[in-house]
């Protein structure tokens, strides 16, 4: 983490990094939020891209500099794949 900026604007700017990339990468992507159960834990905001394999879509996390990615497949459970990306 960059020590002049914070956390959340530090989270911001990979996540614009993100949906920079994936705007000239074809992919079909729609911006989200994750909410957690209590109000204690704030927004965080999410992408959902389709038709990404799983391989391609950790190596974009990693990129990204991402600490988790969820994957999955319609009918099936979502997994959470750690990427390290954020040290």
């Known amino acids: 983490v960059d020590e ?3 956390l ?3 989270v911001a700017l990979r996540h614009d ?10 992919f079909r992507f729609f911006e989200g939020e994750g ?3 209590g109000a204690d834990w704030p927004p ?3 992408v959902l ?3 990404i394999s799983e391989p391609e ?3 974009l996390g990693e990129r990204c500099e991402q600490e ?10 979502a997994r959470l794949r750690l990427c390290g990306g954020a040290r």
């Not at 990094?17 to 074809?26: C, Q, T, Y």
């Not at 988790?68 to 099936?76: D, L």
């Open 4 to 6: 002049g900026l914070d």
């Open 68 to 77: 988790a990615i969820v994957v999955g497949e319609r009918g099936q459970p």
């Open 44 to 46: 965080e905001r999410s």
């Open 35 to 37: 909410v957690g159960e």
């Open 57 to 59: 879509a950790l190596a």
């Open 8 to 10: 959340r604007d530090e």
């Open 17 to 26: 990094a993100l949906v920079r990339g994936l705007e000239n990468s074809g």
């Open 49 to 51: 891209i389709l038709g």
